[in-house]
């Protein structure tokens, strides 16, 4: 090897090194101001010691790709819940660190095309999706191509009189989704955006990728919350390596805002923590404001709701769906029952914080923080430029 050619391998691995870190110096910075914004809900005088937060950090950043944590963030956990911990997972560290060494990100994409569930872990739980536009291709339910697609699809609307339509790929936040109704001329009209309904149209819309769906109906318990989304409970779901065992860590419910179509806290929805018993917690919004009654009945308070029903059989549907996602250690699944009873998967995450669990006053992976953390140090670095 030449000497120029030797400056150029050690250029090439200093910038890369120096990429890598300026990437994860982002992710710290990122988290560490958007918690600045969130922390001005909270008192000023809540503050916490800096001993405290000396051995927050020593516990976090020790063994981490992160250089910093957010001691906003610390005290948005502690004093918005009112339960001080050293446990409570820095959002930073997770993406930097946990989140590449639990979880495959190569494999992520393979695992998340939506309306391909039934097919990937052999579940009628689903929606029915009974049209997917993927990479210029439609499909019919059972994933046949189809050489007609427009006419297939207006054939298969005259049994359906509200659908719902997503991205196959990236619908964080409720992106992107539309729900449409038909009248009684038997006319599609969007009821969330200004789209007309129409196969050429989806595809000028969503470009490459989107799936055709029913819209679920919700169990009446559910509905309470709002009556236009279909209100869905996020499992956290990990599979531990002492045993490979699939461990129900928390369930969120998460309810639409009035009058919307989608569920998610970032499109101004709420969510509850609902403990062991079944029984909710008080909700927060996405500016931590607390409710503690139904959005539309004052008088509806959610610690006399009861318990919620049908959680543990999206307990057992989401452990059954972990444990088909060999190369991911940790995974969120959107669930709930349906009208009927029936748990019905939504959607499936590949890469979420659950920082909202930690609002509650309940570190994220609880008992098994220590576990967590002794795993990672023995793992093998990820280098995030790979994937």
Same mark, same amino acid.
């Given at each position: 090897?030449?000497?120029?050619?030797?400056?150029?391998?050690?250029?090439?691995?200093?910038?890369?090194?120096?990429?890598?870190?300026?990437?994860?110096?982002?992710?710290?910075?990122?988290?560490?101001?958007?918690?600045?914004?969130?922390?001005?809900?909270?008192?000023?005088?809540?503050?916490?010691?800096?001993?405290?937060?000396?051995?927050?950090?020593?516990?976090?950043?020790?063994?981490?790709?992160?250089?910093?944590?957010?001691?906003?963030?610390?005290?948005?956990?502690?004093?918005?819940?009112?339960?001080?911990? /050293?446990?409570?997972?820095?959002? +930073?560290?997770?993406?930097?660190? &946990?989140?590449?060494?639990?979880? @495959? #990100?190569?494999?992520? =994409?393979?695992?998340?095309?939506?309306?391909?569930?039934?097919?990937?872990?052999?579940?009628?739980?689903?929606?029915?999706?009974?049209?997917?536009?993927?990479?210029?291709?439609?499909?019919?339910?059972?994933?046949?191509?189809?050489?007609?697609?427009?006419?297939?699809?207006?054939?298969?609307?005259?049994?359906?009189?509200?659908?719902? /339509?997503?991205?196959?790929?990236? +619908?964080?936040?409720?992106?992107? &989704?539309?729900?449409?109704?038909? @009248? #009684?001329?038997?006319? =599609?009209?969007?009821?969330?955006?200004?789209?007309?309904?129409?196969?050429?149209?989806?595809?000028?819309?969503?470009?490459?990728?989107?799936?055709?769906?029913?819209?679920?109906?919700?169990?009446?318990?559910?509905?309470?919350?709002?009556?236009?989304?279909?209100?869905?409970?996020?499992?956290?779901?990990?599979?531990?390596?002492?045993?490979?065992?699939?461990?129900?860590?928390?369930?969120?419910?998460?309810?639409?805002?009035?009058?919307?179509?989608?569920?998610?806290?970032?499109?101004?929805?709420?969510?509850?923590?609902?403990?062991?018993?079944?029984?909710?917690?008080?909700?927060?919004?996405?500016?931590?404001?607390?409710?503690?009654?139904?959005?539309?009945?004052?008088?509806?308070?959610?610690?006399?709701?009861?318990?919620?029903?049908?959680?543990?059989?999206?307990?057992?549907?989401?452990?059954?769906?972990?444990?088909?996602?060999?190369?991911?250690?940790?995974?969120?699944?959107?669930?709930?029952?349906?009208?009927?009873?029936?748990?019905?998967?939504?959607?499936?995450?590949?890469?979420?914080?659950?920082?909202?669990?930690?609002?509650?006053?309940?570190?994220?992976?609880?008992?098994?923080?220590?576990?967590?953390?002794?795993?990672?140090?023995?793992?093998?670095?990820?280098?995030?430029?790979?994937?």
């Amino acid at each position: 090897m030449n000497k120029r050619t030797q400056v150029i391998n050690y250029g090439y691995k200093a910038l890369r090194t120096a990429a890598k870190k300026l990437y994860y110096l982002r992710f710290d910075l990122q988290y560490k101001e958007a918690f600045e914004k969130k922390r001005l809900n909270i008192a000023e005088g809540c503050r916490l010691d800096n001993q405290f937060f000396k051995e927050y950090k020593k516990k976090w950043l020790s063994w981490s790709e992160s250089v910093i944590v957010s001691r906003k963030e610390l005290e948005c956990y502690c004093f918005f819940s009112g339960v001080k911990s /050293i446990d409570y997972m820095p959002a +930073s560290v997770y993406f930097t660190t &946990i989140d590449p060494i639990l979880n @495959d #990100k190569q494999m992520a =994409w393979g695992y998340s095309e939506k309306g391909n569930y039934s097919k990937l872990f052999g579940i009628d739980n689903e929606p029915v999706s009974f049209f997917r536009y993927t990479n210029g291709l439609s499909y019919d339910f059972g994933g046949n191509v189809l050489s007609s697609p427009e006419e297939f699809l207006n054939e298969k609307l005259k049994s359906y009189s509200r659908i719902l /339509i997503k991205p196959i790929m990236d +619908s964080w936040g409720g992106r992107n &989704i539309l729900v449409f109704e038909k @009248d #009684k001329n038997d006319r =599609w009209g969007c009821v969330n955006e200004e789209v007309e309904f129409s196969f050429r149209n989806l595809v000028r819309y969503y470009k490459k990728n989107f799936v055709v769906q029913e819209f679920l109906k919700q169990h009446p318990f559910y509905a309470r919350f709002n009556p236009s989304s279909f209100n869905t409970v996020r499992m956290y779901v990990y599979r531990s390596p002492l045993d490979e065992k699939p461990y129900v860590l928390h369930s969120v419910l998460k309810a639409g805002k009035p009058n919307s179509v989608v569920d998610n806290l970032k499109a101004g929805g709420m969510a509850f923590y609902i403990m062991p018993s079944g029984k909710l917690h008080n909700g927060i919004t996405m500016d931590l404001e607390k409710v503690n009654h139904l959005p539309d009945d004052p008088g509806a308070l959610i610690q006399d709701l009861g318990s919620a029903p049908g959680i543990e059989d999206m307990k057992e549907l989401s452990r059954s769906i972990a444990l088909k996602l060999p190369f991911h250690r940790l995974v969120s699944l959107d669930i709930n029952i349906d009208i009927d009873g029936k748990p019905r998967l939504v959607e499936l995450n590949l890469s979420e914080s659950g920082n909202v669990v930690q609002l509650f006053g309940y570190p994220f992976f609880g008992k098994f923080t220590d576990e967590i953390i002794e795993f990672c140090k023995k793992q093998k670095k990820i280098d995030f430029l790979r994937v």
